[in-house]
């Protein structure tokens, strides 16, 4: 018998989705069967199906129907909505008041549908700014196109509000490292500083004016400032060396700073080398000289580049070869240059000079270190040659072998030098003061080394000196600064009007409650102008502060000296009341005399939106402080228990005298305030596993935030490996579950209970005060910042850096963060009133909208930004910016050495 046909068996797989527009083909098409034959399909390949699910047929005719039935197959397809293209060209500037319509409103699609524009067509824009138009495209066949959404940015031009800055008033705050009177015009002074820029205070001045505003995020180590030069001959004429780490790798080369009109405006002169201004030995100088005979001609002793010479006014420098001084072993190389101006004649360059380097003239490891003082007798060029000077001080045989810190020339044609067994400013405890009075050939001459203050350790327990300063009319009187002396006395400034026959104290003061301290007595310190020297004393306490390496005596007022320290600069108008040094028992009154000068490294800021304390700040060095009045050192001085900077702080947003703050190395780690930072009470337990500062050097510190009721806190340190909570005020502590250790905790401003944490790039949130956090989102940009908007729940934003900026699109029970367009950098974002009229809180971003940087201002939830700054006011790389909820339009910089910055518009 001839068996039956047998069925075919089809094998036919699921075809993957299409576009619209896509025809059938054998992609879709492709079933096969165990046996020959063909395949008939409907629809048939060539098709184009509507958008939706088909049903798609398949045929099949066997080659021998005797064998094999004909079968059918079915299986099903997706066709997807196609997506239109659109194109929407980047639409030119317009001007504030102009109405928008086609000429920006211009978008086209690939198909037949109609544009909604936001802003519409009509719409006047008011405001200067970036501003975001949205089109949002509806196809005519809607069966088969998706609708779309396309953006672009416009720009509108014209007068927006007219911002002015100051500072919040800290007065001083950090290393003043040089000062300078203008040896030509009186009453005209300069002051350098490490981090934080220079200043001036000319005759029309009343306070001290900051010079480097202008410096730029991209060129943030100009800031610092490495040295002063001026001339001699032209009181308008300004040097000015910036760049602050020499041998570092995470900032660029320094610049020369050259200014015709006392510093109102600079030439930027780019150097081929790395300046110093904050390393070790930024106590030393001074570098930068301008010849007083032919004063188009200027030295820059420098760090890692030998001796630099200009001969047109700094335009354009080269090293001095002859000198054969590349770096020293101690990392200060050229430290101070001496042109004789009494050697030449004007209209020439003058023939001798000297140059101070921080070398010892050891050899050790085979390296010879070069020596201290070298001289030219043919200055002027590049090529000129230089020679040691004879008969210095040789330290082959020194335990610690010593080399110059400073150097200064005499109005008797003497050059001072000052050596030291360290670079300083840190540490010091060995030091020589010498003399040197040249000799006809200059080459030679005699030297004499001058007894220093303190030999027997009478005053203090080291012996180390740091800053020398000479009157430039009165030969043979000096001023000499103590540095790291710091117990029982402390440090002090001694004066000699005998030539350094003997000394006697000018400037510290015998405290109540330094019982040990053998001050004579005989000076006064003035702090009322900065409360906070006193560092949570009184002010009868305060004495000559620490590392007065930087000290002036007027060329014009032999009475009228300046000194600075690590914290700020002293004046006095009675120095001659000292004299004679070897007797006199006259008592010198110092004042402050930083005003306008503003050092401070701010960390952080907070602006509560009530209560008496306006800002809340955190600042390297000096801890921080609660302002009322933005216009006055805080009276209350900075925080105590501890006097440490905190790494965060964070305030109960429905009682925002409620604050919290957690520290690192110094404890209590954590405390509590709940009068706005005036007084603080440490948590009474911490949480398990913080290190102790001695063991570890970020012990403790990390984020802290806390409840809008005050109901629970989170707290991650730096040093522990869970992120903790707790319900009851800090007196027990929690580990928290689903949050890395160490991330970023803040709180939702509205929602109690509910905490967000960042770390690496995974966002997280709690609802239940922190116990349990769940993770919302992965794959952000690391290194980001979160910040929480007071205005709704779920109010997050993502500072994202080079990332762009970042804000919740999701439920507020469920933020998802996604990209908004327009923002090209996000480095910090703050938030302040709403515009009048508006429930929006206003935004402020440090960060790049389009393809400029700067300072923005949004009034409406980033849609348009606002430049509020300009090229006069950028401060180096900010570290931080917060917006005042009290007044509508102010925010204040957290600076990286020019202090608390505060922006106000009158319109």
């Not at 990392?331 to 140059?355: C, E, F, M, Q, W």
């Not at 933020?815 to 929006?840: E, I, K, Q």
Request: charged share 10%.
């Amino acid at each position: 018998m001839t068996p039956p046909p047998a069925t075919p068996v089809i094998a036919w797989p699921a075809p993957a989705a299409i576009a619209y527009g896509t025809a059938l083909s054998a992609t879709q098409l492709n079933a096969t069967a165990n046996v020959a034959g063909t395949f008939t399909y409907s629809p048939a390949s060539g098709t184009v199906l509507g958008a939706g699910t088909h049903t798609l047929s398949a045929s099949f005719t066997p080659s021998d129907p005797t064998k094999a039935t004909t079968v059918t197959a079915s299986n099903s397809i997706v066709v997807n909505k196609a997506i239109p293209q659109v194109t929407w060209a980047q639409p030119s500037a317009v001007a504030a008041g102009a109405t928008l319509g086609d000429i920006q409103l211009n978008a086209v699609a690939s198909i037949p549908g109609t544009f909604t524009y936001t802003p519409p067509a009509g719409t006047v824009v008011t405001v200067a700014g970036v501003t975001t138009l949205t089109a949002v495209f509806t196809p005519t066949d809607n069966q088969d196109y998706s609708a779309v959404t396309s953006k672009v940015s416009l720009t509108v031009t014209g007068p927006g509000p007219t911002y002015s800055f100051t500072n919040v008033k800290v007065v001083g705050g950090g290393y003043i490292t040089g000062v300078y009177f203008h040896p030509a015009q009186q009453n005209l002074m300069y002051a350098r500083t490490d981090v934080g820029g220079a200043y001036r205070w000319s005759p029309t001045d009343t306070q001290w004016v900051p010079l480097l505003d202008f410096t730029s995020r991209a060129n943030w180590w100009q800031m610092g400032v490495e040295a002063i030069g001026l001339d001699p001959t032209d009181p308008n004429k300004l040097y000015i060396a910036v760049g602050e780490y020499a041998n570092e790798n995470w900032d660029g080369n320094g610049a020369m700073l050259v200014s015709n009109d006392q510093g109102n405006t600079f030439t930027t002169v780019p150097l081929a080398f790395k300046n110093g201004s904050n390393d070790a030995g930024r106590n030393t100088g001074d570098r930068i000289a301008v010849d007083p005979n032919l004063p188009s001609t200027v030295y820059f002793g420098t760090r890692v580049a030998g001796l630099q010479l200009s001969t047109d006014s700094g335009a354009h420098w080269a090293q001095t070869t002859g000198l054969p001084v590349t770096k020293t072993a101690n990392g200060n190389g050229v430290i101070s240059v001496l042109p004789i101006r009494t050697s030449g004649s004007t209209g020439s360059a003058t023939p001798v000079v000297y140059a101070a380097v921080a070398g010892t003239g050891v050899t050790q490891n085979a390296v010879t270190d070069p020596v201290g003082l070298y001289v030219t007798t043919n200055a002027g060029s590049p090529t000129t040659t230089w020679a040691p000077v004879a008969g210095q001080p040789n330290f082959a045989a020194a335990a610690t072998p010593l080399a110059p810190l400073q150097a200064k020339l005499g109005p008797n044609g003497a050059l001072y030098i000052l050596y030291g067994d360290q670079t300083g400013p840190d540490t010091m405890a060995h030091n020589e003061l010498w003399k040197f009075v040249p000799s006809a050939g200059w080459t030679t001459g005699t030297w004499t080394q001058i007894s220093l203050p303190n030999n027997e350790f009478s005053i203090n327990i080291t012996n180390g000196y740091g800053g020398i300063a000479l009157d430039p009319a009165h030969p043979g009187v000096l001023l000499l600064g103590s540095l790291d002396q710091y117990y029982p006395t402390g440090d002090v400034i001694y004066r000699s009007n005998d030539d350094g026959a003997t000394w006697r104290d000018v400037s510290s003061v015998k405290a109540p409650d330094a019982p040990l301290s053998v001050s004579p007595g005989l000076a006064t310190h003035d702090a009322s102008l900065s409360p906070w020297l006193a560092f949570g004393g009184a002010n009868t306490s305060i004495s000559t502060g620490n590392w007065a390496t930087a000290i002036a005596i007027d060329p014009f007022n032999p009475d009228h000296a300046i000194y600075g320290t690590g914290q700020t600069l002293w004046k006095t108008s009675n120095l001659t009341t000292a004299d004679p040094s070897a007797s006199s028992n006259g008592v010198i009154n110092w004042t402050v005399g930083a005003n306008g000068i503003e050092e401070t490294v701010v960390e952080g800021l907070w602006a509560p939106p009530s209560g008496y304390t306006v800002l809340l700040s955190s600042l390297d060095d000096v801890a921080g402080f609660a302002h009322h009045d933005l216009t006055i050192s805080p009276p209350q001085q900075m925080y105590a228990s501890p006097r440490a900077t905190p790494s965060s702080m964070d305030f109960e947003q429905s009682t925002p005298t409620t604050v919290v703050r957690v520290n690192a190395i110094a404890t209590p780690y954590g405390s509590i305030s709940t009068d706005g930072g005036m007084n603080w009470t440490p948590f009474a337990t911490t949480p398990p596993g913080l290190s102790t500062p001695q063991a570890n050097q970020q012990a403790g510190g990390g984020t802290i935030a806390i409840a809008p009721d005050g109901s629970s806190m989170v707290w991650a340190p730096a040093d522990t490996s869970s992120v903790w909570y707790s319900k009851d005020g800090g007196a027990t502590w929690t580990a928290s579950t689903g949050v890395a250790a160490q991330a970023q905790v803040v709180s939702d401003r509205v929602a109690p209970g509910v905490f967000y944490g960042f770390a690496g790039t995974t966002l997280t949130m709690s609802t239940d005060g922190g116990a349990t956090f769940a993770t919302l989102q992965t794959g952000l940009p690391g290194g980001s910042i979160l910040t929480v908007l007071p205005d709704a729940q779920g109010d997050l934003w993502l500072s994202g850096q080079a990332a762009g900026l970042f804000s919740n699109t999701g439920m507020a029970t469920a933020p998802r963060l996604t990209t908004l367009s327009g923002v090209t950098d996000a480095w910090h974002l703050g938030f302040g009133a709403p515009a009048n009229g508006s429930a929006v809180p206003t935004l402020y971003l440090d960060g790049q909208v389009g393809t400029t940087p700067g300072i923005y201002r949004s009034i409406d939830a980033g849609n348009t930004w606002l430049l509020i700054n300009d090229t006069a006011h950028q401060y180096g790389a900010l570290n931080g910016l917060c917006g005042d909820m009290r007044t509508f339009g102010t925010v204040y910089l957290a600076t990286g050495g020019r202090g608390i910055i505060w922006a106000t518009s009158s319109n």
